[in-house]
C-alpha cells in the first residue's frame, strides 16, 4: 500500500485538497465495497498541515489534518493544494513547506502541485528545467516568475521525473486520476472514476480558457500587423505580404513577430481563427461546416483537426461545455 501525504494550507480551495484525498482513499476501495468485494484499497492517505493545527479555507469553514509535516518521516506521495492568490505572501507564511518538499522528493516521493500549488514545488526548485503546468490565468505570471521551468499551461496535467502539476480547481481530480492509473493500472483507475462518477483524467485545458492570442510588448510595427491581422484573418495572407506591410526584409519581420508575440505568423493566425471559432461555438448553433468556412477554413476536416489540436476538444464537445443550454439542447435533438 502507498503512502499519500496531502498537506492543508491556509486560504486554499479546500477541494483542491480533499478531492485528492478521496480519490486516493477510494481506489480499490470504493468499487470492490459497492459490488460485495473484498476492499483492497491501494493507498494509505493522510493529511498533514504544516503545523498540525486546523488550517481555514478560502470559503470560510477549518480543516483539522491528521498532523504535522514534522510527522512524516517518509511518505510515496505528497499533494500540495492552493493556498490564496497572493503568492509573494503566502511563499512567506509557508516557506517551511520549501524544504520538507525537497527531503520527501530526494527521498522518492512523487509531489503534486495542484493549481497554483505547482508554485511551491517551483520555488522549491523542483521544477527547473522540467514540464509543469498550472490554471491558465496563471500562465503568463508564472512565465515570468519562474523562468527556468517549462510551463505548458494548455494543459491540465503534467508528469516530469516525479513532478506532477494540474491545471484548475477541477484538475486535481485528473491528476489524481492520472497517477492512480500510473501507479495501479487502468482497470483500478477507472474503477475508481466509476464508482466516484468522476470522467477519466482531460488532458488540455486551453478550451477552458479565451487566451490572449498575443502578450503585452512595445514593438509599433508589429502592434499594428496584429491589429491588421485580427480584422483579416480570414483571408489568406502570406508572410511576404506582412513583411511588407511592416517595412521589414521578411526574415527580420518573422524574428521580430515571434520576438513580439510568441508565434510565427502563420501560427498567430491559426490562433485568431481558434478564438473566432469558440465565439462562434458559444454563442449559437451556427453549423460547424459554415463556422470553418467563416474563419477561413474551407477544409471542415482540417479545422475539426487543427481546434482539436489546440484546445483538446472537438467543435462539437466545446460546444456541448460552452454554448448556451438552449443550443446545447438543439444539438442533442440534432444529433439524436
Not at 480519490?23 to 504544516?50: K, M, Q
Not at 498550472?134 to 496535467?157: I, S
Not at 478564438?275 to 460547424?288: C, G, N, S, V
Request: with cysteine; net charge negative.
Amino acid at each position: 500500500m502507498l503512502d499519500v501525504t496531502v498537506v492543508l494550507l491556509d486560504d486554499g480551495l479546500s477541494s483542491t485538497a480533499i478531492m485528492p484525498a478521496e480519490i486516493f482513499h477510494c481506489a480499490g476501495a470504493l468499487w470492490n465495497d459497492l459490488h460485495d468485494r473484498a476492499v483492497e484499497p491501494a493507498f494509505s492517505v493522510r493529511t498533514v498541515s504544516l503545523d498540525g493545527g486546523p488550517v481555514r479555507t478560502a470559503s470560510g469553514f477549518s480543516l483539522l489534518p491528521g498532523g504535522g509535516i514534522g510527522d512524516v518521516e517518509r511518505t510515496d506521495i505528497v499533494i500540495v493544494p492552493t493556498s490564496g492568490l497572493d503568492l509573494d505572501l503566502k511563499l512567506v507564511e509557508n516557506s517551511a513547506l520549501l524544504p520538507w518538499l525537497r527531503r520527501h522528493y530526494d527521498q522518492g516521493a512523487w509531489v503534486v502541485g495542484v493549481c497554483m500549488g505547482a508554485a511551491y514545488l517551483a520555488e522549491a526548485g523542483l521544477l527547473d528545467g522540467r514540464i509543469a503546468t498550472t490554471h491558465w490565468a496563471l500562465g503568463e505570471a508564472f512565465v515570468a516568475r519562474y523562468p527556468q521551468v517549462r510551463w505548458r499551461p494548455e494543459l491540465f496535467v503534467t508528469e516530469d521525473s516525479r513532478t506532477l502539476c494540474s491545471g484548475g480547481v477541477g484538475a486535481s481530480i485528473d491528476v489524481s486520476l492520472y497517477l492512480v492509473e500510473k501507479l495501479c493500472g487502468h482497470e483500478v483507475a477507472v474503477q475508481t472514476a466509476r464508482a466516484l462518477l468522476l470522467p477519466m483524467p482531460r488532458v488540455y485545458q486551453s478550451g477552458y480558457a479565451m487566451l490572449p492570442v498575443s502578450r503585452a510588448h512595445g514593438d509599433e510595427r508589429i502592434r499594428a500587423i496584429e491589429t491588421f491581422l485580427q480584422a483579416n484573418f480570414r483571408d489568406d495572407i502570406a508572410t511576404p505580404a506582412l513583411a511588407d506591410r511592416a517595412g521589414l526584409g521578411e526574415r527580420t519581420f518573422v524574428r521580430h513577430f515571434k520576438s513580439a508575440t510568441g508565434h510565427l505568423p502563420a501560427a498567430y493566425i491559426q490562433a485568431l481563427r481558434i478564438e473566432a471559432a469558440k465565439a462562434m461555438l458559444e454563442r449559437d448553433a451556427t453549423p460547424i461546416q459554415s463556422i470553418s468556412a467563416a474563419i477561413g477554413y474551407d477544409d471542415v476536416s482540417f479545422f475539426r483537426s487543427l481546434f482539436k489540436r489546440s484546445t483538446g476538444m472537438t467543435p462539437a464537445e466545446y460546444r456541448g461545455h460552452f454554448a448556451p443550454l438552449s443550443v446545447r439542447g438543439h444539438a442533442v435533438a440534432a444529433a439524436g
